[in-house]
């Protein structure tokens, strides 16, 4: 009987990982000052989420995703920058320093995030459900810059590839249909 139990325990214990069944806007996160958030403040909004570094071939991407940002902010779109240091470290710095560099570099305005982990066990919950096994672009990250849209219901829109610019046409035109 006691083996029973345990088993039965087992399924009692409440989890904190994150499904993709569950909700984008309570997974918990750190701004770039470390301070607890959530997506909540960006609910019904257009989401463009990126995996970020300051050392990376696609840094320069930076100037497009704030160009795309400054152009449609002001019909609901977001870009959040998460920086991730998991690919060959080419995001080393400090919050501090991730901070300095995006806006001495680049002038970005648009919302960055934590230095977090997008692969392996080390995964964040928001990244297990972005590209987890229950998300419809799940899969690995391959690099750095990474996009994921989002609708403004909280749903994956299309997931695009490092090598994909964030001011071309295909992004563009799936940013431009999200906020229809």
Same mark, same amino acid.
């Given at each position: 009987?006691?083996p029973f139990a345990?088993?039965a325990?087992?399924?009692?214990i409440?989890?904190?990982?994150i499904r993709a069944s569950?909700s984008?806007y309570?997974i918990?996160l750190?701004?770039?000052?470390?301070?607890?958030?959530?997506?909540?403040?960006?609910?019904?909004k257009?989401?463009?989420?990126?995996?970020?570094a300051s050392k990376?071939g696609? @840094? +320069?991407? =930076?100037?497009?995703?704030?160009? %795309?940002?400054e !152009?449609y902010?002001n019909? $609901?779109?977001?870009?959040?920058?998460f920086?991730c240091?998991?690919?060959?470290?080419?995001?080393p710095?400090?919050?501090a320093?991730?901070q300095?560099?995006? @806006? +001495?570099? =680049?002038n970005v305005?648009?919302p %960055?995030?934590? !230095?977090i982990e997008?692969n $392996?066990s080390g995964?964040h919950?928001l990244?297990e459900?972005l590209?987890?096994?229950?998300?419809p672009?799940g899969g690995?990250i391959k690099?750095n810059?990474t996009?994921?849209?989002?609708?403004?219901?909280?749903? %994956?829109?299309?997931?695009f590839?490092p090598?994909?610019t964030p001011?071309?046409?295909?992004?563009?035109?799936?940013i431009?249909?999200a906020?229809?």
């Open positions: 009987m006691k345990l088993i325990a087992l399924f009692l409440p989890t904190t990982s569950d984008l309570d918990p750190k701004d770039i000052n470390g301070k607890e958030t959530t997506l909540k403040p960006y609910q019904g257009v989401l463009l989420i990126v995996n970020v990376c696609f @840094t +320069s991407q =930076y100037s497009g995703l704030e160009s %795309i940002y !152009k902010k019909q $609901g779109l977001v870009v959040l920058g920086p240091n998991q690919f060959l470290g080419q995001e710095g400090t919050s320093e991730i300095q560099f995006c @806006t +001495s570099k =680049y305005t648009f %960055i995030l934590e !230095k997008v $392996g995964r919950p990244y459900w590209a987890g096994k229950d998300s672009q690995l690099w810059f996009k994921f849209l989002i609708s403004r219901e909280g749903k %994956i829109l299309d997931r590839a090598i994909t001011d071309s046409d295909p992004v563009i035109k799936a431009e249909a906020l229809r």
